[in-house]
């Protein structure tokens, strides 16, 4: 008699397989245009940009504004993962986030790209920054 597969017999372990690499900065003393800091319309659009640039893929996107005066926080869903940004224009302070998996492709050069773009834009003077290599 044969024995039926489990979950645990059919499903592969993603292992490195599925890496990614998660970039992250704190980005301070931000000098650069007010439109990035407070407009979500314009962060948005901008960001999208970035993220064709880079020749990586937006899925959908959702950024809101915190009113006259206030930030932005916002997210462009990718096919290969996310990018994150929130600001606050009172403080100069941004924080980004650019996360891509490797699936089928290593997309490690467009997310550094991307992340790269993005936080130039910003011009931060004091910017602290992270790697992080997933899975």
């Known amino acids: 008699m044969q024995s039926v597969p489990t979950a645990a017999d059919t499903l592969r372990p993603l292992g490195r397989q599925a890496s ?3 970039l992250i900065g704190d980005l301070y003393g931000c000098l650069c245009d007010s439109q990035l800091m407070r407009d979500a319309q314009h962060l948005e659009q901008f960001c999208k940009e970035r993220v064709a640039a880079a020749g990586l893929t937006a899925v959908g996107a959702l950024f809101h504004s915190f009113g006259e005066g206030g930030g932005v926080t916002g997210v462009v869903v990718l096919a290969e993962s996310h990018l994150s940004i929130h600001t606050w224009p ?3 302070y941004v ?16 997310a550094q790209q991307l992340f790269d773009d993005i936080q130039a834009a910003f011009n ?8 992080v290599e997933r899975a």
């Open 20 to 22: 990614g690499l998660h």
């Open 90 to 92: 009172e403080a100069g």
């Open 95 to 110: 924080t980004l986030d650019v996360y891509v998996c490797n699936y089928s492709a290593n997309n490690r050069p467009k």
């Open 124 to 131: 931060p003077a004091d910017p602290h920054l992270h790697r």
